[in-house]
């Protein structure tokens, strides 16, 4: 069954990657058709024939008679020069990765990615954010996580081959990166990077990315977060993992019997 999912969900990324260069390729056969009927080329056939004989032209297989016209002279050049450019930068280098996934892991990622919605986006997976990353997994191993980091082989660190966590090598802080982690359409996002600044910078531009999401932020310096209005972002949060820990110390401690 989780094989049957996995494959069905790799058939939605590799369609939903190709889709944009598939219409292309179909308004490229349909606008030569129209341009043969505009220009009076074959005016015996019908336009679902003329897009036909544009079909064929795309691989080379039209062959054009003296006395056709300019416009089916052209198009048997140009047609099929641009099916190259459409499908074979687009579509067949997607097939292309997707059946060298493994090799090409970090580029299926970000196709993956793109198919994701209400889903946890972590930046920067250090200790804490190898902790939530594991506990999330442990409260449903099926929830879609999206890890950020610098460092290579994230995935094979953690020991983590689920279809379903994803890991971008990039930088937290390049609006590219959050929009690669698809934070447009993310329910959670979570900045655990040892660096104040740079959860500052990726926090507030994911939320600028999406509003809606819940944004924690991790602050060695929990002060810093009393220097910010967060009176006009209430799905900013800030927290200090050291001060819980302290609150958590302290309450055993004040009851050492609970």
Not at 187 to 200: K, Q
Not at 225 to 238: E, N, S
Request: overall charge neutral.
């Amino acid at each position: 069954m989780r094989r049957a999912r996995t494959a069905w969900r790799d058939l939605q990324v590799v369609v939903r990657a190709v889709s944009g260069n598939l219409a292309l390729f179909a308004g490229l056969i349909i606008g030569a058709a129209l341009l043969m009927r505009l220009a009076g080329s074959y005016p015996r056939e019908s336009l679902l024939d003329l897009i036909v004989r544009a079909f064929h032209m795309a691989y080379l297989e039209a062959v054009v008679e003296p006395g056709d016209g300019w416009v089916p002279d052209m198009l048997t050049f140009v047609v099929p020069a641009l099916s190259v450019l459409i499908l074979g930068e687009g579509a067949l280098r997607v097939v292309a990765v997707y059946l060298r996934r493994d090799e090409h892991r970090e580029e299926w990622d970000r196709l993956v990615a793109k198919t994701f919605s209400k889903h946890t986006v972590i930046c920067g997976i250090g200790e804490l954010g190898r902790a939530m990353c594991r506990r999330l997994l442990a409260l449903n191993p099926d929830t879609p996580l999206v890890l950020v980091d610098t460092k290579p082989d994230v995935l094979s660190e953690l020991g983590i081959r689920s279809p379903n966590v994803c890991h971008l090598q990039a930088d937290m802080t390049s609006l590219a990166t959050l929009e690669a982690a698809n934070c447009r359409e993310a329910a959670l996002v979570i900045l655990a990077s040892g660096n104040d600044a740079l959860n500052l910078e990726a926090g507030y531009k994911a939320h600028s990315l999406n509003p809606q999401a819940e944004i924690w932020i991790r602050l060695y310096r929990s002060e810093l977060a009393t220097l910010m209005d967060l009176a006009t972002k209430p799905t900013i949060h800030f927290f200090s993992p050291y001060e819980r820990a302290a609150d958590a110390l302290v309450e055993h401690l004040r009851n050492p019997g609970h």
